[in-house]
């Protein structure tokens, strides 16, 4: 049981290039989503999914895209990358009616 | 969804009990009360969670008075390994609610 699984841990990235985090689960939990931490700052919520097939938007969706084929994955994809999307990025999960979220290590992105 | 207020940092030495309070005024009905920390580097890592009066495991307490405006987060006999930051956050427990995150507390623990 690995829990939540992200990857890469790092990259960095040149603006205008695209690329994909990864997360994974193996808990067959319903609920996924993504997370940018910043400086000093709390996490912000990206966009989340409440099932395969299933993502809506979180507080600052604009220039990712998500998608839920599977329950075990919910990959982050940058369409064109920006300085402005240098962050840490979490991705989280949780079974529906339990306590408290999963979180992954966190992929620390730098865009040049 | 309810926002909530903590203090920005705390200090405090080894072998001390920590309270951090969170004040949630206008928590919902069906909010309940959840406690993460964070490490550097790492993910935030769920603590304990409640909706009302004391709930208490083997890491923590958390305290919920009657009107539920505020909690507070009782860390006994804290060590150095308890340097963190520590969220609040005030949610609907079940379904698929989402998180806020605010700023939280950073707890510095000295020897």
């Known amino acids: 049981n690995a829990g939540v699984t992200q990857t890469p841990k790092f990259q960095v990235l040149k603006t205008g290039q695209s690329m994909t985090l990864q997360c994974a689960q193996d808990?067959?939990?319903?609920?996924m989503s993504w997370y940018r931490q910043d400086p000093g700052m709390g996490l912000r919520l990206i966009h989340y999914?409440?099932?395969?097939?299933?993502?809506d938007q979180g507080e600052v969706p604009n220039g990712y895209n998500v998608s839920r084929s599977t329950t075990e994955d919910f990959p982050l994809r940058l369409l064109s990358a920006a300085p402005s999307q240098t962050s840490v990025y979490f991705c989280?999960?949780?079974?529906?009616?339990?306590?408290?979220?999963?979180f992954g290590s966190g992929t620390r992105l730098t865009v040049v | 969804l309810a926002k909530t207020t903590q203090p920005i940092s705390m200090d405090s030495y080894e072998g001390q009990e920590v309270n951090i309070t969170c004040s949630h005024n206008?928590?919902?009905?069906?909010?309940?009360i959840t406690w993460y920390q964070q490490f550097p580097s790492q993910g935030p890592r769920f603590i304990i969670q409640?909706?009302?009066t004391k709930v208490t495991n083997e890491v923590a307490s958390l305290f919920i008075p009657a009107d539920r405006k505020s909690s507070t987060l009782s860390l006994p006999r804290v060590s150095l390994s308890d340097t963190a930051v520590y969220y609040c956050?005030?949610?609907?427990?079940?379904?698929?609610?989402?998180?806020?995150f605010g700023k939280g507390t950073m707890l510095l623990v000295s020897p």
């Open positions: 956050l005030v949610g609907e427990e079940s379904g698929y609610s989402t998180l806020t």
């Open positions: 999914s409440v099932g395969a097939g299933i993502t």
């Open positions: 206008n928590i919902a009905t069906n909010d309940y």
């Open positions: 808990m067959n939990h319903e609920y």
């Open positions: 989280a999960s949780r079974r529906t009616g339990a306590h408290g979220y999963t």
């Open positions: 409640g909706y009302k």
